[in-house]
Structures are given as structure tokens and as C-alpha cells.
């Protein structure tokens, strides 16, 4: 099992940056595939990005892909997403979320830990 602890969030102009991070508990980290998921009010909660326990693959959603880098650090239970050119639609609540089976979906549900999220406000 894993906890999950998201950090980084803030107030930010479009524009800005911001890099969120995610502490996670636990001795088997880099057996996970980590991803950040991000859920504005009244809508689905979305995929934003994930990456592999080694850190060698990862996939971006095509609405942050160029701007959004994600990374981890495995020695420190630390997964990262730079924020970069941040628009007012990327306000958003954001989630790190572990997988064991190691799916690589876009899916929340396929899922099985997730932190209680940061807020990200962009202002225009």
C-alpha cells in the first residue's frame, strides 16, 4: 500500500510556472506508475500525465503536452510535474495517483491510490 501527498499548489498568473509534487510512503515506489490527474469544478476529473517506476516513458495529455513536463525521483518517493505557460483553463484541483498493475491508462479508475490533491489557480 501507498500514501500519497500532493504539494506546490498555488495562485499563479497565465503564463507562470509552478512544479507540484507528490511524497509517497512506502518501500516499493519505483514499482508504481505514478500520474497526474487534474479535476476543474463541474467537470470529469482528467488525465494530465503519467510515467513509468523507472522513469524512462511517460505520455502527456495533448492539452499540456509542450508546457507540462512530469518526472520522479525514485530515491525520494518524489513524482514532480512542472507546470509551464499556464492558461486560466488549467485551474484545477490536481492528484498524483500510484497504479501497481502498471497499466499505462488514461483512466482514473484504473487507479489504486491517490493523494488529497493541491489547488492550481491561473488568473488571467
Known amino acids: 500500500q501507498v500514501q500519497l501527498r500532493e504539494s506546490g499548489g498555488g495562485l499563479v498568473q497565465a503564463g507562470g510556472s509552478l512544479r507540484l509534487s507528490c511524497a509517497a510512503s512506502?518501500?516499493?515506489?519505483?514499482?508504481?506508475?505514478m500520474a497526474w490527474f487534474r479535476q476543474a469544478p463541474g467537470k470529469e476529473r482528467e488525465f494530465v500525465a503519467l510515467?513509468?517506476?523507472?522513469?524512462?516513458?511517460?505520455a502527456y495529455a495533448n492539452s499540456v503536452k509542450g508546457r507540462f513536463t512530469i518526472s520522479r525521483d525514485n530515491a525520494k518517493n518524489t513524482v514532480y510535474l512542472q507546470l509551464g505557460n499556464l492558461k486560466p483553463e488549467d485551474t484545477a484541483v490536481y492528484y498524483c495517483?500510484?497504479?501497481?498493475?502498471?497499466?499505462?491508462?488514461?483512466?482514473?479508475?484504473?487507479?489504486?491510490?491517490w493523494g488529497q490533491g493541491t489547488q492550481v489557480t491561473v488568473s488571467s
Open positions: 510515467i513509468s517506476g523507472s522513469g524512462g516513458n511517460t
Open positions: 495517483a500510484a497504479d501497481s498493475a502498471r497499466l499505462y491508462s488514461v483512466t482514473a479508475g484504473s487507479y489504486d491510490y
Open positions: 512506502g518501500r516499493t515506489f519505483s514499482g508504481y506508475l
